[in-house]
């Protein structure tokens, strides 16, 4: 399936990773909000397994999927992950390809 031309316009990135401490790592992700903002970070939203709070998900959208690895490979959110007891992160960098709600349905 290939996504449609327009698909660039809305970028996303799904992070699963494992947190050491869930307070004190959220304490460091939202200190690096400005950073996270000025790196291309638009809006975000953080989930959590079920059966393992640890296991955090990172879903955030971007102006650009290169401004996104761009950041997220960089040298400093390397030593920032560290610091903040992150393990094993998994990045998948996405295009949108269609977004509906349903709540219109009956």
């Known amino acids: 399936m290939t ?10 990135v799904l992070i699963i990773h494992e ?6 790592w959220k304490v460091i992700f939202d200190d690096a909000a400005i950073i996270r903002r000025r790196a291309g ?21 971007w102006t650009s999927l290169a ?3 761009a950041f997220f490979e ?4 390397v030593e920032i992950r560290r610091v ?19 709540q219109v349905l009956r």
């Open 41 to 61: 970070e638009i809006e975000y939203q953080l989930l959590a397994l079920e059966t393992d709070e640890r296991q955090v998900v990172h879903f955030s959208r």
């Open 74 to 77: 960089s040298p400093e959110l």
């Open 84 to 102: 903040a007891g992150v393990r094993a992160p998994e990045f998948l960098y996405l295009n949108e390809i269609e977004a509906k709600s349903l």
């Open 19 to 24: 947190v050491e401490d869930y307070p004190k």
């Open 67 to 69: 401004a996104a690895r």
């Open 3 to 12: 996504a449609p031309s327009s698909a660039n316009d809305n970028p996303f």
